[in-house]
DNA sequence: ATAATTGCAAAAGCTTTGCATGGCC
DNA sequence: GGCCATGCAAAGCTTTTGCAATTAT
């Protein structure tokens, strides 16, 4: 992708365009597996040997205040995110992990449906996330 | 609950009776908002003062590994626990903290048989988790 | 008896914070 | 120019680890 093209993105999110944020947006979209902090900051210090920690983590902090990122739930320590921001559920791998973004707007549709019909005593819905736990069959890591 | 039945349950997972894990097992029972490590740790000091934070992180990893207990994901730092070891869901609220359990036979069945029948390329699941995000109606804490 | 568990304290992550410097608009 | 973002280093939290002492079976 593009610097252009993100930072188009972080004007429309009323951001301000600096390297430092070109750089973590470009990683997330470039690292497809969820990547945690350490991998972005990993990823972007080939380009950008100087960029400081606390800066990243501000700057993801930032992204999912603003919609542009979200954050993965794991079992693990630590967070991961997702620069995929359309409704979406995940695969999660227990031997790798791997964590991939998994589509069905059938299967929310029917979700939605069914939640109208049988609703839950005291709560209100918003919003609902499938965790599909298991194992991919083959074994690469994209 | 009873020392007796939590001694029990205690043995039956082939798990050594200590007055800790007692203390333990208990404290998840009765804390019933998915209690963290800490709060574990709170509620056992009253009767339990001496207890080391390492020995409660150790039986808890130990519970999990038996299956005694399991780990909640959530957005925040801390792991969360969970003595309910029947298929279950979570209720999220984004405006407290709380997490409560959701049971739904009927959707699981649902949930397995729109699996069988469209399967995810590459991918075999074992396990299906709903995290239904929403508000309750109520403003208690349980 | 012996093998597992506990307590303690230190250390190891991951993430946040404060503040002076520098950069974007 | 003014305000916001960055870099740096320190500190905060949660969790893990190692080891000697203690306890369950």
């Known amino acids: 992708m593009k610097a252009d093209s993100i930072s188009k993105i972080l004007k429309d999110s009323a951001l301000r365009i600096t390297p430092q944020r070109i750089a973590v947006l470009e990683a997330i979209l470039m690292l497809n597996n969820h990547p945690t902090a350490d991998n972005i900051i990993q990823y972007i210090k080939n380009a950008y040997p100087n960029i400081a920690i606390g800066t990243v983590y501000k700057i993801l902090d930032n992204f999912v205040s603003?919609?542009?990122?979200?954050?993965?739930?794991?079992?693990?320590?630590?967070?991961?995110?997702?620069?995929?921001?359309?409704?979406?559920?995940?695969?999660?791998?227990?031997?790798?992990?791997?964590?991939?973004?998994?589509?069905?707007?059938?299967?929310?549709q029917y979700l939605n449906n069914y939640f109208i019909k049988r609703k839950i005593y005291n709560f209100k819905i918003e919003d609902i996330k499938l965790q599909i736990i298991g194992k991919f069959s083959d074994n690469t890591n994209k």
């Open 66 to 108: 603003k919609g542009l990122v979200n954050k993965v739930k794991t079992d693990s320590d630590s967070m991961r995110y997702d620069a995929v921001t359309e409704k979406h559920h995940h695969l999660y791998c227990y031997e790798s992990d791997r964590i991939e973004d998994y589509f069905n707007e059938e299967l929310d």
